[in-house]
């Protein structure tokens, strides 16, 4: 699986364009699934100029509550009429909009009650890595996260260290895989032996030097694209590279 997080990019028409290269650039048989998330603005336009291709589309965010006075904000209701996924609990949301582990676990049940499928991102903070902290953080994380969850509910969960997100800095494989190992733990918790089918996928400065090297890393089954999916050629590239894996 490979998710492009396009963040606070591109205007309705740019989006349009980005998303029409995407499709041309994308052969019929690959292997991955695809799914790209322009802001919310360009999600009906984006989903008419990909459909009846492989791609998906996805919002980068969502509000808890199916409707009423929460002026600025969207519903997973509103949004199933138009597309599949929903990134939820990005660290920027966290860090610059102050989402609780709460709110992303509200947000996470109200998805599944949508029928949309949230894209789950956890991560810690280099702090929390330097003091050998990251896996206590990132497991309770996702535990708070997913409390209540169903044991049947869609889900991927994105594993973006975020020291590693726009820096250039990704993570080693090593210690991506390492996490990832732990999250597949937690998730055997939470959801048996489906948890062997969640995708799990790595973000944070993803490039096509390195996507290769993740997609060898047994618990790693995609990749969540930040800045590197904004151009459809890399991001094409990145596709057919994931799609080659096997996974
Ligand atoms: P990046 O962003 O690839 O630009 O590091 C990843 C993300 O924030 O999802």
Not at 145 to 160: F, H, K, P, S, W
């Amino acid at each position: 699986m490979i998710v492009g997080n396009w963040k606070m990019n591109t205007t309705v028409e740019s989006a349009v364009e980005l998303a029409s290269a995407v499709k041309r650039g994308v052969s019929e048989d690959i292997a991955s699934d695809v799914v790209i998330c322009p802001p919310y603005v360009s999600l009906v336009s984006v989903s008419e100029a990909v459909r009846g291709s492989r791609i998906a589309v996805g919002a980068q965010n969502m509000h808890s509550e199916t409707n009423g006075a929460f002026t600025g904000e969207i519903s997973a209701e509103m949004l199933a009429q138009i597309c599949r996924f929903v990134i939820l609990g990005h660290s920027e949301r966290r860090t610059y909009l102050s989402e609780s582990d709460e709110f992303v676990n509200a947000k996470v049940l109200a998805a599944k009650v949508a029928g949309i499928t949230p894209i789950l991102c956890v991560g810690e903070s280099l702090a929390d890595r330097q003091s050998g902290r990251a896996v206590d953080v990132v497991t309770s994380q996702l535990d708070a996260n997913l409390n209540g969850i169903d044991r049947n509910a869609n889900i991927a969960v994105a594993y973006e260290p975020v020291w590693a997100i726009g820096t250039g800095e990704s993570a080693s494989p090593d210690v991506a895989q390492e996490m990832m190992a732990r999250l597949r733990l937690a998730l055997a918790d939470l959801l048996g032996d489906r948890a062997t089918d969640i995708p799990l996928l790595y973000g944070g400065s993803v490039n096509l030097s390195n996507i290769a090297s993740y997609m060898a890393e047994k618990d790693i089954d995609g990749a969540l694209v930040g800045s590197a999916s904004l151009d459809a050629d890399t991001f094409c590239q990145l596709i057919a590279l994931t799609s080659s894996s096997g996974r």
